[in-house]
């Protein structure tokens, strides 16, 4: 008899387990609208000219493998917490931020998860309705009890900030809020300056324990713009988590580069905090590795290199902000007009508004990948795809 006898086959994950079914798709016609990973004009994950440099200037250099300190590749540390806080961070120039480098924003939220539950074991969690499905996932392994909070009204199709914020008032003091700090994912609705005042107000009032993911710094205004929220809730003095990504930022999706931050209230306490994290880290994969880090690290830490990183991530940002509207446009020539919201929505994602059954149609019959709840990722539009796209999903509205 074997001991894994009774172990039961789980269900597909809802956004890897796409791309393994695009993978097997033997259409040729097939577009994989499924996983948030940006997409060039000609459907391919680009090599950012800032990265090709550095990783020149890495082979160059043909240094050995040594091992990364447990929380990571030090410049890179720095450099990313800078990106996150903003030049100038109080919270920076006072050392109060306790930084390390994680596997890809996955890693981060899960680190975090790790460290919380040593806080507060079996703590609530919420996480917003919908959110991205790894969330729930990573916070229920974890141990806690994770619950939701309004977010997204489907019938309005917008932002049930109202709903928000009475849930958030209603939850227990020390209960931890995921937020989405730009890119909703996997809605694209962000807040207003004005609605995250409300709700920073809220979680100060409550006590609760903020968790902010930004997995796409830049994908929404700019990196400067997406980040501002982060100084929001730094100026307001409340305890904080962030989870980065340069995953979609640097297509660095392979290099597994993120990072969290914990926001303490004075340098000791950063200092204690840093090192309960590392111990997660430790007694998990040990330390982190240097390529991805020590690429972000080079062209962040280099003037031009970063302008360059900036002026590309620009262009990708607006040519997502362009296949919208190409979307919305060739959707209105089939005589679709209540889909107009795309053009509005942030980041890479679209929540279409699909049911489960049409989703279902759309990968069945045209070869287009989406999530069951209705997500596409419109980064993977280009003009060669776009028209079969768009039939596909007038076919499946009829
Ligand atoms: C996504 O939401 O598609 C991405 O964040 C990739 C992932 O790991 O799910």
């Not at 959110?131 to 977010?151: C, K, Q």
């Not at 880290?281 to 062209?299: F, L, M």
């Not at 509005?344 to 999530?371: K, P, V």
Request: charge should be negative; hydrophobic fraction near 40%; proline fraction near 4%.
């Amino acid at each position: 008899m074997s001991v894994f006898e009774h172990v039961e086959l789980a269900p597909a994950d809802p956004i890897l387990g796409l791309t393994e079914a695009f993978k097997a798709d033997e259409r040729t016609s097939k577009v994989n609208l499924g996983i948030g990973v940006y997409l060039d004009d000609q459907g391919r994950i680009p090599l950012m000219e800032c990265v090709r440099a550095e990783e020149d200037r890495l082979a160059a250099a043909a240094k050995p493998h040594v091992y990364l300190g447990i929380d990571g590749f030090p410049e890179y540390v720095r450099l990313a917490r800078e990106l996150v806080f903003g030049p100038g961070s109080p919270a920076v120039a006072e050392k109060r931020i306790a930084t390390v480098q994680s596997l890809g924003g996955t890693g981060a939220l899960k680190v975090g998860a790790d460290f919380i539950a040593t806080l507060a074991p079996g703590a609530t969690v919420l996480v917003s309705d919908p959110s991205w499905e790894n969330h729930r996932a990573i916070f229920a392994r974890t141990g806690f009890n994770v619950g939701t909070y309004r977010y997204y009204d489907a019938a309005s199709r917008s932002l049930d900030i109202d709903g928000m914020v009475a849930d958030l008032e209603a939850a227990g003091p020390g209960s931890v809020v995921v937020l989405h700090a730009c890119c909703h994912n996997p809605t694209g609705y962000d807040l207003t300056p004005d609605q995250w005042d409300r709700v920073i107000q809220v979680i100060a009032d409550r006590a609760l324990i903020p968790f902010l993911d930004m997995a796409y710094q830049g994908f929404g205004t700019g990196v400067a713009e997406d980040g501002a929220v982060i100084s929001r809730f730094v100026a307001a003095g409340l305890p904080l988590f962030v989870s980065t990504s340069f995953s979609k930022s640097f297509g660095l999706y392979g290099e597994r580069i993120g990072a969290l931050h914990i926001v303490c209230q004075d340098e000791q306490e950063a200092r204690r905090v840093l090192s309960q994290v590392k111990i997660c880290i430790r007694t998990n994969y040990s330390n982190p590795s240097t390529h991805g880090a020590a690429i972000v690290a080079g062209v962040l830490g280099d003037p031009a290199q970063r302008a360059s990183w900036e002026r590309e991530l620009d262009q990708m940002r607006n040519r997502i902000k362009q296949m919208r509207a190409r979307l919305v446009e060739g959707l209105r020539a089939t005589g679709i007009e209540d889909m107009d919201f795309i053009a509005q929505q942030a980041g890479m994602f679209s929540y279409s508004g699909l049911s489960r059954d049409q989703m279902l149609a759309l990968r069945r019959e045209h070869g287009i990948y989406g999530t069951e709840k209705g997500r596409m990722c419109v980064a993977a539009l280009n003009e060669a795809n776009l028209e079969t796209v768009v039939k596909a999903i007038a076919a499946v509205r009829q």
